[in-house]
């Protein structure tokens, strides 16, 4: 199988060399994909089709020459798709092109030879209203425009796919997306997952599947792209662990790129790829999947289909919906749902899935709900620079709904950041690969779940964290601090005394105008009590049951003196203002409040599950590092996960000795050098 990939890929740098013809017809490179995917598809298809073809005139001895009823009839057992001008008269596109005077009409017949569905996909005779998939029409006919319609079709003639199997079809299909992805802006390497980290991905998926290797495994990808990541898994279970049966399920909804899976899945046996939105349209919503793997796209706002997700009816989501600026939590959950109750899922996703959101956000909320069901086995640490579209670190969930006995309420977090090796030339972003020694090693780690160089065991607790909110008040010299609100009235004698208008001849304060103070005048004067510091002017005040109160300047604290002479220092406090309840008309004093100058914190405490436990938690973390009086308020309670903390090396420096060491040195040189 290696040398058959290291074969066709011999063809990447023939199929580039039709963008030597694109460029001269001053086709955008960012249009290229657009040009290039129809001629491919159809170029996969011939190359298909002459194999059937050989293999029912072996199998059956029927010639489509001499019986061609026949040998329709047998081919089309194949389910393999068909084309009357390949199949039957055996004309492929090479020879089509040896004839530039037939050339126009032939390709058309060619074209209109392909059944009725792979019409549908590669764009073919499709109405004003259809789906264009691949758009061959409209592609073929920009190209002949330009005069260069037999040219490029003659170059894609040269590529005979048939020597090859669906393997080394897909591998040559993932280099040529790729090259795409790097030059199309906006495409930009969606959907796309480099070989090695399908091949991790399919071996984790081998060495943890639950079935006997006879039966058939149901693996599913709800964002295929152009299902190499799906069937890269699938060969790679069938060839590697043995796996006699795999029925393979995608689903897509970038035109082309579905048209390319939904092509490639019809020389698949058990295979089905659909089209359209994954989380609202559900199309395997009545099967329950042994594996799912998935590259889902990163910070991909789901607005634009809020109110289906928002509807949902099937009950995807049963953890909330994440910030309408990301779906990556939508598709986490899909697949959750989607999975067997002993499924497996390997899920691709940046950091934010592991630690954005604080506790009580959505994001949070979902990451909890998926801990709480204890779900997830492991997460894997990718190197950077291993995607072509983007630098960022990104992370393997490995999700387990049947999770071993001696696994339940574990987690592992396995670091494979270090495992790389630079390439020669940079793939877009990309410019590591993950070895096989490295990919070896994750797999090894993840099958012994021991601690090791690279992978750590922790609680599943361990994650969780309470978010305590806690009231804190202000203290005075003495630690004293007023717990509940007081009330007094500022009469117009002790108002009279505050000059708060002092540019203002006719003083607002006087007795008369507070006894005809209108609603405008007393607005007023309330915002112009809050403004100055009347504390430092009026120092007594005295409610209406006698009790006096003193304002402390010196000490900033409120002392009430009881009827009875009994002096309490009430400590500080914050101060509202009011006009006495009533008829603003002949009002002759003020209500001030004096309450808790309170400020909110919040407190990061370790989480525990047994719910007594957490509250000694809580308590007794208040006690070690809150200094002032406080109330507890509301907790909530998240989930993060912090690879860097984890797996953090401190620097080593240098000891004092050696230092001095280095000095002396140096030194020395310097001394030899003036020399």
């Not at 590591?432 to 099958?447: G, K, N, S």
């Amino acid at each position: 199988m290696q040398e058959n990939i290291q074969d066709i890929m011999r063809y990447e740098s023939d199929i580039w060399s039709v963008a030597d013809l694109l460029i001269a017809a001053s086709v955008k490179q960012s249009d290229f994909p657009a040009y290039m995917m129809p001629f491919f598809a159809v170029m996969m298809l011939e190359g298909r089709m002459r194999n059937a073809a050989k293999a029912v005139e072996a199998e059956f001895g029927v010639s489509a020459a001499e019986n061609p009823d026949d040998f329709r009839e047998m081919f089309l057992t194949k389910d393999c798709g068909f084309n009357e001008f390949i199949v039957i008269e055996g004309k492929t596109l090479a020879k089509i092109c040896s004839n530039d005077t037939t050339f126009e009409q032939d390709f058309k017949t060619y074209l209109k030879g392909f059944d009725p569905d792979l019409r549908r996909l590669l764009g073919v005779g499709c109405g004003s209203h259809e789906q264009k998939f691949l758009n061959m029409d409209g592609i073929a006919a920009e190209l002949r425009s330009k005069r260069i319609l037999m040219q490029v079709a003659a170059k894609w003639a040269e590529i005979d796919l048939s020597p090859y199997d669906n393997s080394a079809i897909t591998t040559l299909e993932e280099h040529i997306k790729r090259k795409w992805a790097d030059i199309s802006a906006s495409t930009a390497g969606e959907q796309y997952t480099p070989d090695d980290i399908i091949s991790l991905m399919a071996e984790i998926v081998s060495d943890k599947m639950h079935k006997p290797k006879d039966e058939i495994v149901h693996v599913y990808d709800p964002t295929c792209g152009g299902a190499n990541l799906l069937f890269g898994v699938a060969d790679r279970l069938h060839e590697q662990g043995k796996y006699k049966h795999i029925a393979t399920y995608g689903s897509e909804y970038n035109d082309a790129l579905y048209a390319l899976a939904a092509i490639e899945s019809r020389f698949r046996d058990f295979s089905r790829i659909e089209y359209g939105n994954t989380l609202t349209k559900v199309p395997f919503s009545d099967i329950a999947f042994d594996a799912v793997v998935a590259n889902p796209p990163y910070g991909t706002p789901w607005k634009g289909y809020a109110k289906e997700i928002e509807n949902d009816q099937k009950g995807q989501f049963e953890g909330g919906l994440p910030s309408v600026g990301d779906g990556q939590f939508l598709f986490m959950q899909h697949i959750l749902w989607q999975l067997d109750s002993k499924g497996l899922a390997v899920v691709v996703a940046d950091g934010s899935t592991l630690f954005s959101g604080d506790a009580g956000s959505r994001e949070c909320n979902i990451r909890k709900y998926i801990f709480d069901h204890d779900w997830v086995e492991a997460l894997v640490q990718m190197p950077q620079q291993e995607f072509f579209n983007t630098g960022i670190t990104t992370y393997l969930w490995i999700l387990n709904k049947n999770k071993p006995l001696s696994r339940r309420n574990l987690v592992a977090l396995i670091d494979g950041s270090k495992g790389w090796i630079p390439l020669k030339k940079s793939k877009g972003d990309k410019r590591r690969e993950m070895t096989a020694d490295c990919r070896a090693a994750i797999v090894q780690a993840l099958h012994d779940f021991q601690p090791s160089a690279i992978c750590k065991i922790f609680d599943r607790e361990y994650f969780y964290y309470n978010k305590q909110k806690v009231f804190l008040t202000e203290l005075d010299k003495d630690g004293r601090h007023i717990e509940k609100s007081v009330s007094f009235k500022l009469t117009h004698a002790q108002l009279g005394s505050v000059d708060l208008d002092a540019d203002n001849s006719e003083n607002i304060l006087e007795e008369k105008d507070l006894v005809d103070l209108d609603s405008d005048k007393a607005n007023m004067l309330l915002l112009r009590l809050k403004a100055f510091d009347w504390r430092g002017e009026v120092s007594e005040f005295q409610d209406e049951d006698g009790t006096s109160y003193t304002w402390d300047q010196g000490h900033e604290t409120l002392v009430r003196t009881t009827v009875d002479g009994k002096e309490e220092p009430l400590g500080r406090g914050t101060f509202t203002f009011a006009l006495m309840p009533g008829s603003v008309r002949g009002v002759k004093s003020i209500k001030v409040t004096v309450g808790p100058e309170i400020t909110t914190d919040y407190e990061i405490i370790p989480h525990h599950f047994d719910s007594d436990a957490n509250k000694a938690e809580i308590a007794a973390f208040i006690k070690k590092y809150i200094f002032k009086p406080c109330k507890l308020g509301e907790n909530k309670v998240g989930v993060e996960l912090n690879f860097n903390k984890e797996f953090y090396v401190p620097e080593k420096l240098d000891s004092v000795e050696d230092i001095l060491a280095e000095i002396k040195a140096l030194d020395a040189e310097l001394k030899e050098v003036q020399l």
